[in-house]
Antibody
Framework: EVQLLESGGDLVQPGGSLRLSCVAS????????MHWVRQAPGKGLEWLSY????????YYSDSVKGRFSISRDNADNSLHLQMHSLRVEDTAVYYC?????????????WGLGTLVTVSS | DIQMTQSPSSLSASVGDRVIITCRAS??????LSWYQQIPGKAPKLLVY???TLEGGVPTRFSGSGSVTEFTLTINNLQPEDFATYYC?????????FGQGTRVEIK
């Protein structure tokens, strides 16, 4: 059974840093691309970042480029999002999601999410 | 960036109704379009990918259609568990973008 479990969410002050993790199980992690998506309270889904299975390709939304960094460790089936210079508007539930097979690049499995609150 | 626009933003419907949600892309995305369902407090769930392919385990009352810039999600015989928010997302290019969501409420 495919499972994704995020962790690392916390209350942090503006300007602070936080590192989120997503541990995967039930599939060959290294062969799948992974995304981070977030959802601010009462708002819609916002795509943040993507990393390929080999880490050779990464992409970011303009809203986090230069502040957030995506990485993965295929040896321990983990995905990470390092976040710096956090802003109040970064407050959200952060989800990791897997890219499905078939060539359409859909997000076929999602984690339960981890809450990041940026507030003084 | 490709902008995804859903309509309507919300709708009220009754059990047994047919519901149609539209998603429009600001430029051609071929059929790189997925639909997700989100129940409050839960993670999104994939319903349809490739514009019209139903994800395994998803009830056949859900269907997707369209290509290029115009797409629809149809829910036939609406069930109580279908009251949720639905999002479209393009996977044609980066940055990936979602529609703003369509909330389906009970009439």
């Amino acid at each position: 059974e495919v499972q994704l479990l995020e962790s690392g969410g916390d209350l942090v002050q503006p300007g602070g840093s936080l590192r989120l993790s997503c541990v995967a199980s039930g599939f060959v992690f290294s062969t799948y691309g992974m995304h981070w998506v977030r959802q601010a309270p009462g708002k819609g889904l916002e795509w943040l970042s993507y990393i390929s299975g080999s880490s050779s390709s990464t992409y970011y939304s303009d809203s986090v480029k230069g502040r957030f960094s995506i990485s993965r460790d295929n040896a321990d089936n983990s995905l990470h999002l390092q976040m710096h210079s956090l802003r109040v508007e970064d407050t959200a539930v952060y989800y990791c999601a897997r890219v499905g097979r078939g060539g359409y690049r859909q997000l076929d499995y999602w984690g339960l999410g981890t809450l990041v609150t940026v507030s003084s | 960036d490709i902008q995804m626009t859903q309509s309507p933003s919300s709708l009220s419907a009754s059990v047994g109704d047919r519901v149609i949600i539209t998603c429009r892309a600001s430029q051609s995305i071929s059929n790189y379009l997925s639909w997700y369902q989100q129940i409050p407090g839960k993670a999104p769930k994939l319903l349809v990918y490739g514009a019209s392919t139903l994800e395994g385990g998803v009830p056949t009352r859900f269907s997707g259609s369209g290509s290029v810039t115009e797409f629809t999600l149809t829910i036939n015989n609406l069930q109580p568990e279908d009251f949720a928010t639905y999002y479209c997302q393009q996977s044609d290019s980066f940055p990936r973008t979602f529609g703003q969501g369509t909330r389906v409420e009970i009439k």
